[in-house]
């Protein structure tokens, strides 16, 4: 058995960000455009469900748009015999009841914040579907509190919990902690409401993700997840279905031999991050990026007046099939340094400087000593309570030598912007 499973898909929203010369196209880039492809995505795989976690309409004031869209999908759906689940999350507390009265077929789990369980079954496999909804468009409590799977009546196998819920963050919208849903026997628990998809193929908690992306905040794949369900098993995988994407490109101009080089290497990178996001599977309309130029050059202030005179974000490139376009630009280019002359001394930049050309340089006593060093002390720090949660650093010899390059370089900038400043306040 296969589920196709959705979250904040926010009908009747448009995204933002997007060029006036594309403003035309919104409606093939936004929520009811991935409704669409989700629809399409779940018939061609033959689903035998589709679930919804929340904020499938946006707002009350979008009831009679997202009414067309919604019940175009759903009656598709129910014609191939695909169940459609669902539960109301904070914005659609009104509109999804009212809508899901109108669609006769869609279930939705939960009216009024009581707790309900529906059971999806093929010839060889079946699940229990238990949801909840919002009753208001705040919660200040855990919905958690009033659930009992013995009132549910739920049948022997797999049990999947849909929620549109605050995961770990106290709060109005429905504030839950892990450790609750880890106390239920329930297999997966599939959230909506945080846009950000979490890793449901690596733990099977936390949240589905928005559909489409909305804003440049909104970077990375969006869309679905797919939940193969076996017998005493689940498995993830996600479908990116946003047919627009924004993503963060950097674009090291180190490597530079002259500045007209610039807007090639700019292209080139737009290009390849369209490109990586069509092999991975993704069907892009548009691609919206914020583009990071990094790196150290002597064209540094060339650079700057180039895009002064010609900013990107004023244009539409049409690569790989797909309308690419430049929301932000960040121009974190650096000026070259002269190392050598910089460590011609014994004061801290001189230092400073020596230990870059040491790190960069073939091995030798005193690199293995600052790289042996260096790695004991963020050994030391990664283990230290306050840092458990996070992802552990990678400390391979290479990985701490950028580290540590990435520090001297960033404390020589500093010193000599101070100089500067000494020097144009006349100070000696």
């Known amino acids: 058995m296969e589920l196709l499973c959705a979250a904040d898909l926010h009908l009747g929203r448009q995204p933002s960000r997007v060029p006036a010369r594309l403003r035309g196209r919104l409606a093939e880039f936004g929520p009811a455009a991935a409704w669409r492809r989700l629809v399409e995505t779940a018939l061609e795989r033959r689903v035998s469900a589709v679930l919804l976690a929340g904020d499938v309409v946006d707002d009350e004031s979008d009831f009679y748009e997202a009414f067309a869209d919604l019940r175009a999908g759903v009656e598709r759906l129910l014609a191939a015999g695909i169940e ?25 789990l ?20 238990i949801g909840w909804s919002f009753p208001t468009t705040t919660v200040d409590v855990s919905p958690m509190g009033s659930l009992d799977l013995g009132q549910l009546s739920l049948a022997p196998g797999l049990t999947i919990g849909l929620l549109h819920a605050d995961l770990d963050q106290a709060g109005g919208y429905a504030p839950v902690a892990t450790a609750e849903l880890r106390a239920h026997p329930v297999a997966a628990w599939l959230l909506g409401h945080v846009h950000k998809p979490s890793a449901l193929n690596v733990q099977p908690i936390g949240y589905l993700g928005s559909l489409s992306a909305a804003d440049p905040g909104e970077d990375g794949p969006r ?8 017998d005493g098993s689940l498995e993830f995988e996600h479908v ?8 963060r490109v950097v674009v090291d101009v180190s490597g530079l031999t002259q500045p007209d080089e610039l807007d090639e290497l700019m292209v080139g990178a737009i290009d390849a991050t369209a490109r990586g996001c069509i092999e991975a599977g993704a069907e892009l309309q548009a691609l919206g990026v914020r583009l990071e130029l990094r790196g150290r050059t002597e064209f540094a202030s060339e650079i700057a007046r180039r895009l002064a005179a010609s900013d990107p974000r004023t244009v539409v490139f049409d690569l790989s099939g797909v309308a690419c376009f430049v929301h932000d630009v960040a121009m ?19 230092l400073a400087a020596r ?4 790190l960069r340089g073939p091995g030798s006593e005193e690199r293995e ?17 306050t840092y458990r949660q996070l992802e552990p650093l990678e400390l391979t010899q290479e990985a701490v030598a950028d580290l540590l390059e990435e520090a001297a370089l960033r404390a ?4 000599l912007a101070s100089r500067a400043e000494l020097a144009d306040g006349g100070v000696a």
Do not use: Y
């Open 84 to 108: 459609v689940v669902a539960v109301a999350g904070n914005h659609d507390v009104a509109a999804l009841p009212r809508l899901a009265r109108l669609l006769p077929g869609m279930k939705l």
């Open 110 to 129: 939960g009216q009024g914040g009581a707790w309900q369980a529906t059971r999806l079954a093929t010839s060889d496999v079946s699940v229990n579907i």
């Open 223 to 230: 869309g679905a997840w797919s939940v193969r369900v076996g």
């Open 240 to 247: 990116c279905l946003t047919p627009l994407r924004f993503e």
């Open 332 to 350: 974190l280019v650096a000026p070259a340094l002269d190392l050598e002359a910089l460590a011609d001394g014994a004061d801290p930049l001189a």
């Open 355 to 358: 230990t870059v050309i040491e």
């Open 369 to 385: 000593r600052l790289l042996s060093a260096a790695e004991a002390w963020m050994a030391e720090i990664g283990s230290h309570p």
């Open 412 to 415: 020589i900038d500093l010193m």
